[in-house]
């Protein structure tokens, strides 16, 4: 039961974290925002304006593919920008914001969202699975062939690590398609955590792996011990003299 709770926890907190509807639309219309967006400086305001700029974007891709389709053609881009550009101005009116201060938000992420939907998730999964690798390779090998395992594992770690950067990219990308609410993520892919930190994100996985290989070590280790201690030798009765 507990694989079934997971996912409808994600998909709830996936849904959560979705740009609201009512505010996209494909005419490049701003509705839907208001004034009330905390007091400049604290964390609702910048919350709230990291959503605009991602509206404004939102907006953008999408007057640009209603005009123009999914293809990056030059009159498509120019759209895009226009429509983007002319949201940006919006923003900053109705919020007393200089461009500069949106700039900055250009590609910023919301931390409770991205924790939710993309950091813990793929964390989750990749261990399960560095582990599950880790695992099979120990077996094939007895406990005085551990040298031997062990190279297999160092060389393995930053081959399954760059497998694990593909496989967070993708997820990062479908996550983001949901959280838009659009198929076309267009320019913004440059935008997601592992595109713009993907040596982190490398290592960051070869940590993970090597934690996992070595709890798995020493899992090993332990079994090997416990069943050495419950060797026939051992649990035979004493015969006295």
Known sequence: MRAPRLTATLLLLVVAGCLPSGRLNDGCHWVGDTTSAGA??????????????????????????????????????????????????????RHGVTGAELSSLTGARILWVDLATLYLPVITIFGWGAAALAQRVLIRFAEEENAIAIGILTIAAPVVAAFGV?????????????????????????????????????FSGMAVFSLAAAREFRRRGCLTRGHRSLSPLSIAPRVRA
């Open 40 to 93: 400049p400086g604290t964390r609702a305001h910048r919350v709230h304006l990291i959503e605009d700029v991602r509206i404004a974007q939102a907006l953008g891709v999408r007057h640009g593919d209603s005009i123009h389709g999914h293809v990056n053609t030059p009159d498509g881009r120019e759209a895009r920008e226009r429509c983007t550009i002319a949201s940006m101005q919006e923003i900053m009116r």
């Open 166 to 202: 593909a496989f967070i990219q993708m997820w990062a990308w479908n996550i983001e398609s949901i959280l838009v609410r659009d198929g076309h993520i267009s320019y913004r892919v440059f935008q997601l955590p592992v595109t713009r930190h993907g040596w982190i994100v490398w």
